[in-house]
């Protein structure tokens, strides 16, 4: 109940193209999600999020996109650049939860 | 840079001892979070303090401890260390004042700790 699902587990695009990341959820009470980019070395840092009110949000060159019927949101990354290559992580959490419980991971590679 | 600090950066002990991470918050923030980060978990929460005090427990075993003081910053110390310890441990902070009940987490650069 408490799982984020998360996929594919690594993904290879080239300079330009447009990857995408999907999670899906089961906990009807996730009301928060947010996507986090970690580059090796580096904490996860917040690139995005979104709440079940909205299908849709945009922020620069990313943007994710919603289905709460579903249970499932996803990432996409347009115009995606060799700096993009990093692991992205979703995550999910509701009100008055405050923990995060973060998908598995996607090791994204923009080839240049 | 998120502005949560932590030390060490790298940690390098021997199975059975004890160590202690520490994590220095955002200015400002209340809540402070720990997570553990390994290859075959990925990124676990443990605990959550807010303004001194134990607000949410996740999947933190009993030989792992923590506490948030005065000043706010936290310190999470790890005894009767095991092999399997072994991982990345990160620190993440937010203000803990959301109406809507979920800050964003920002998130400290982590602690890698080997167990040898």
């Known amino acids: 109940q408490q799982q984020v699902k998360q996929s594919p587990q690594s993904l290879i695009v080239q300079k330009g193209g447009i990857p995408i990341i999907n999670c899906a959820y089961e906990?009807?009470?996730?009301?928060?999600f947010p996507w986090y980019q970690q580059f090796p070395g580096k904490g996860p840092a917040l690139l995005i999020a979104?709440?079940?009110?909205?299908s849709e949000k945009k922020e620069g060159r990313f943007t994710i996109s919603f289905n709460k019927s579903a249970k499932q949101f996803s990432l996409h990354i347009m115009d995606s650049q060799p700096g993009d290559s990093a692991t992205y992580f979703c995550?999910?959490?509701?009100?008055?939860?405050?923990?995060?419980?973060f998908g598995t991971g996607t090791r994204l590679l923009v080839s240049p | 840079d998120s502005g949560v600090t932590q030390t060490p950066k790298h940690l390098i002990t021997a199975t059975g001892q004890r160590v202690t991470l520490r994590c220095s918050p955002r200015?400002?923030?209340?809540?402070v979070y720990w997570y553990q980060q390994s290859l075959d978990q990925g990124l676990q929460f443990l605990i959550q303090?807010?303004?001194?005090?134990?607000?949410a427990k996740g999947n933190i075993l009993e030989r792992f401890s923590a506490q948030q003081f005065p000043d706010l910053h936290s310190e999470l110390n790890l005894s009767s260390l095991e092999l399997g310890d072994s991982a990345l441990y990160f620190c993440?902070?937010?203000?803990?004042?959301?109406?809507?009940?979920?800050?964003?987490?920002?998130f400290g650069p982590g602690t890698r700790l080997t167990v040898l």
């Open positions: 979104i709440r079940p009110d909205v």
């Open positions: 995550a999910a959490s509701y009100t008055g939860f405050q923990k995060l419980v």
């Open positions: 303090y807010y303004n001194g005090e134990e607000r």
């Open positions: 993440a902070s937010s203000p803990g004042t959301s109406s809507q009940g979920t800050d964003t987490q920002y």
């Open positions: 200015s400002g923030d209340l809540s």
């Open positions: 906990n009807t009470a996730f009301d928060y």
